[in-house]
């Protein structure tokens, strides 16, 4: 349901934030703000902060922020309509009634979504014609039903496949270079990214189509190849799978991740619904929030190999800062989820995710076989990789039995690991927020999300930045959204509310948090003008880096399939760009 922008604000001007949030919890009196315990999770500090002046919220400690609307969607699990509609009844103003309708996509985000709507057509005909694919499917255990419902497909071999099609669509290869579905050569033409691959495509929780993921059918190197990063696409940012699993694992409370799309499929086929799939990386804090959405508990299941066990490593403390329970399932060597359901079964399989250890239990045993647990210096180390996953643990009562069984495994006295502990700074609350511009020369987001804030001071640096910086050279999309956003509305008025851009979004969840975030960091921000100059030259490097990282890709793919030629251009514009820019 469109609701027109006048009504948005004329609830808003009658729906005063302290008033309505005092509604669920107690406020308290701080300066020009109030406080209260994080009513999104548990906390003994007090950093949730209502600000009547902005009309937003935000917490310090898990990030959540918003306006009045994004509230009650929250706390009450509403839909932003509902929630719209409940303020309004509460204010007295009826909300017309225009039918159905979603906020209208970008131009480009439109074209991207019908390219790959046809592209998803294309590979279903083309697996359709082709037996060896077929057969090749049906050797992995995967059912048609199956094929149909995750709209698997093929790329035949060849450099024009995809193109031949879409040039009967009218659609060039430039866009379809955008999209990730064609890489250009050196002769300012296009050839198809996709070949001889099993297709895999990609949904977002709308179940549309962001991108693919390819498959080759024998031994041969590489075994999949990914989308690229797209306007419409951030892989680390999306869970393969969620669409279809989210329900499952909001009944079942908790989701197991695995690794790959047939490490996925497959437990899915077999009935072991809750499961969602990372896209080809190590989990990132975006995907974490995007799975805590629907449950607080995972569990985590990967090859027994040495980059399992590091990735399982990596992202154990990542789901502590964000409140959720992590469990770790160890597969028998050389099996993973496909190979293992196929050869002993589903409940076998589901066993053994529910005999998973706890994330201390795991972490502990991992690190005493790499460190000497006898010698003082392994017991320093083990202590010393174990005490921050310990220092984000908020329960008092856990966090003491920890340091105790943490002090019986490494036979030392339990005060000296609680005096250890004490020097541990955790990396999860304010730090996030009270960015400095040194900070932001190191992390890109951090100079991404600067620039965010510094727009909505006005019209001045709105203008300076649409000037220096294009949509494209924002890598994290939902920064890029919510800019080009203040870069349409720009047109309208000169000063952006954070409450008005919050609208814009429907309330978006993860829109909301980010701008209520970026004002309390505009807050902390002192020398603005030069802030902007530094991140936008940040922003401008990373990029050139990106594009560096991009033509050694470019130039092993043109390597391989042995075009000279075009790996002499490469390898010149890479040396150029090297020497130029000077990165």
């Given at each position: 349901?469109?609701?027109?922008?006048?009504?948005?604000?004329?609830?808003?001007?009658?729906?005063?934030?302290?008033?309505?949030?005092?509604?669920?919890?107690?406020?308290?009196?701080?300066?020009?703000?109030?406080?209260?315990?994080?009513?999104?999770?548990?906390e003994k500090t007090p950093s949730f902060i209502v600000?009547?002046?902005?009309?937003?919220?935000?917490?310090?400690?898990?990030?959540?922020?918003?306006?009045?609307?994004?509230?009650?969607?929250?706390?009450?699990?509403?839909?932003?309509?509902?929630?719209?509609?409940?303020?309004?009844?509460?204010?007295?103003?009826?909300?017309?009634?225009?039918?159905?309708?979603?906020?209208?996509?970008?131009?480009?985000?439109?074209?991207?979504?019908?390219?790959n709507e046809l592209a998803v057509s294309f590979f279903q005909e083309t697996l359709a014609r082709n037996q060896a694919a077929r057969d090749y499917i049906a050797s992995r255990g995967i059912s048609e039903e199956t094929v149909k419902k995750f709209k698997i497909g093929y790329a035949p071999d060849g450099w024009d496949n995809i193109l031949n099609f879409f040039k009967k669509k009218n659609i060039d290869g430039a866009i379809l270079e955008k999209a990730g579905l064609t890489i250009s050569n050196e002769k300012g033409g296009y050839y198809d990214r996709f070949r001889k691959r099993v297709i895999f495509p990609i949904f977002d929780l709308k179940d549309r189509v962001l991108g693919f993921g390819g498959r080759v059918l024998d031994s041969s190197l590489p075994k999949y190849m990914n989308s690229p990063e797209t306007?419409?696409?951030?892989?680390?940012?999306?869970?393969?799978?969620?669409?279809?699993?989210?329900?499952?694992?909001?009944?079942?409370?908790?989701?197991?991740?695995?690794?790959?799309?047939?490490?996925?499929?497959?437990?899915?086929?077999?009935?072991?619904?809750?499961?969602?799939?990372?896209?080809?990386?190590?989990?990132?804090?975006?995907?974490?929030?995007?799975?805590?959405?629907?449950?607080?508990?995972?569990?985590?299941?990967?090859?027994?190999?040495?980059?399992?066990?590091?990735?399982?490593?990596?992202?154990?403390?990542?789901?502590?800062?964000?409140?959720?329970?992590?469990?770790?399932?160890?597969?028998?060597?050389?099996?993973?989820?496909?190979?293992?359901?196929?050869?002993f079964g589903t409940d076998d399989f589901i066993k053994l995710t529910k005999s998973s250890k706890n994330l201390f239990d795991y972490k502990l045993s991992k690190l005493a076989a790499r460190f000497d647990i006898r010698s003082a210096h392994?017991?320093?180390?083990?202590?010393?990789?174990?005490?921050?996953?310990?220092?984000?643990?908020?329960?008092?009562?856990?966090?003491?039995?920890?340091?105790?069984?943490?002090?019986?495994?490494?036979?030392?006295?339990?005060?000296?690991?609680?005096?250890?502990?004490?020097?541990?700074?955790?990396?999860?609350?304010?730090?996030?927020?009270?960015?400095?511009p040194v900070e932001a020369k190191k992390d890109a987001k951090s100079a991404e999300k600067m620039v965010l804030a510094l727009l909505l001071e006005g019209d001045t640096f709105v203008r300076r930045a649409k000037g220096s910086l294009s949509l494209d050279e924002f890598k994290d999309s939902l920064v890029r959204d919510v800019i080009k956003a203040i870069y349409d509305l720009s047109?309208?008025?000169?000063?952006i509310t954070a409450v008005r851009l919050m609208n814009h979004f429907d309330n978006n969840e993860d829109a909301?948090?980010?701008?209520?975030?970026?004002?309390n960091l505009s807050e902390t921000l002192k020398d603005k003008e030069k802030i902007l100059s530094d991140c936008i030259a940040k922003i401008k490097k990373d990029g050139i880096k990106d594009r560096l990282s991009m033509l050694q890709d470019e130039i092993k793919a043109a390597h391989d399939s042995n075009n000279e030629s075009l790996v002499t251009k490469l390898v010149g514009e890479y040396s150029e760009l090297l020497k130029v820019n000077k990165v």
């Open positions: 349901m469109a609701i027109p922008e006048n009504i948005l604000e004329q609830i808003q001007s009658r729906s005063d934030i302290v008033e309505v949030i005092s509604r669920y919890i107690p406020l308290q009196k701080a300066g020009r703000n109030y406080r209260a315990p994080c009513p999104f999770h548990h600000s009547p002046d902005k009309q937003i919220y935000h917490c310090f400690g898990c990030g959540a922020g918003g306006n009045v609307f994004s509230f009650v969607m929250k706390y009450e699990n509403l839909e932003f309509p509902e929630a719209v509609e409940m303020l309004g009844e509460k204010a007295g103003i009826r909300i017309p009634r225009s039918g159905a309708q979603n906020k209208e996509l970008t131009s480009l985000a439109i074209q991207l979504y019908r390219i306007y419409i696409y951030s892989k680390g940012r999306h869970l393969y799978g969620l669409n279809f699993s989210r329900d499952s694992i909001k009944k079942q409370g908790y989701a197991l991740i695995v690794e790959g799309y047939l490490d996925f499929i497959i437990p899915y086929q077999a009935l072991a619904k809750n499961i969602i799939a990372t896209l080809g990386t190590a989990l990132t804090i975006d995907q974490v929030k995007l799975l805590k959405r629907f449950a607080n508990t995972v569990i985590m299941v990967y090859d027994p190999d040495e980059a399992g066990e590091a990735a399982s490593l990596r992202n154990m403390d990542m789901f502590i800062g964000e409140g959720v329970n992590v469990y770790i399932a160890e597969l028998p060597s050389g099996f993973d989820p496909d190979n293992y359901i196929r050869k392994g017991k320093a180390a083990i202590a010393g990789e174990m005490l921050p996953t310990i220092s984000r643990i908020e329960n008092a009562v856990l966090r003491s039995n920890l340091i105790k069984k943490l002090a019986e495994k490494l036979s030392v006295d339990e005060e000296s690991i609680r005096t250890e502990l004490k020097k541990v700074k955790p990396d999860y609350s304010v730090r996030a927020y009270n960015v400095t047109g309208e008025e000169k000063n909301a948090d980010l701008i209520s975030e970026v004002v």
